[in-house]
């Protein structure tokens, strides 16, 4: 693997969270930055990636990572912030717009983590969106929600979203192993 490759962590908070664990586990191979802003929800990530472009350098490999606050029903009106239909299209427009911008970068799918309450169904649903567009477009995912279904209520940082060090830490590890692959 050639070393000073550039990479872009693209997601909500909890991408943040795992971010400086990702950089110490790529030092000396990669530089690693993302937004200072969460990235929320996908469109979200959509939008703001014509003003967050500006602040790296071009990426080699991009790891993307949002769903939750499209699950989220924060009006209380009955349905997810993100319509299935909508999500959908967020995620192959940013595919679209990834390769427009960084022509050369490889592009990485993260399905979203489970939260510390048992029902899945909906993140089930929403990451099999992401697994439909990543095969269209051939886009490997890194599934991070295998790798945490079993394990969020271990690495709950307590507020039943984030993660703790260790858990930070573990998706980490996995983050920067999905990433060397393609270095």
């Not at 997810?80 to 390769?99: G, N």
């Not at 960084?102 to 990451?127: L, S, V």
Request: hydrophobic letters at 40%; a negative charge; proline letters at 5%.
């Amino acid at each position: 693997m050639a070393a000073c490759k550039n990479i872009l962590l693209l997601g909500d908070s909890r991408r943040m969270g795992y971010e400086p664990f990702v950089r110490t586990a790529l030092e000396g191979k990669a530089h690693v930055y993302g937004p200072a802003e969460n990235g929320r929800w996908a469109g979200y990530t959509l939008n703001s990636l014509r003003f967050w472009t500006g602040d790296f350098p071009t990426p080699d490999v991009v790891h993307w990572n949002c769903g939750l606050w499209d699950l989220g029903d924060d009006y209380g009106l009955g349905r997810p912030f993100s319509l299935p239909e909508e999500y959908e299209s967020a995620v192959e427009r940013t595919v679209l717009v990834l390769r427009k911008l960084f022509p050369e970068a490889k592009i990485i799918f993260a399905t979203t983590m489970p939260t510390t309450n048992p029902d899945t169904e909906g993140i089930r649903a929403y990451n099999a969106i992401i697994c439909k567009v990543a095969e269209k477009y051939g886009i490997p995912v890194d599934d991070l929600f295998a790798t945490m279904h079993d394990k969020m209520v271990t690495y709950d940082r307590g507020d039943h979203l984030h993660l703790n060090d260790e858990g930070n830490t573990l998706v980490a590890a996995q983050v920067a192993a999905a990433i060397e692959k393609l270095l």
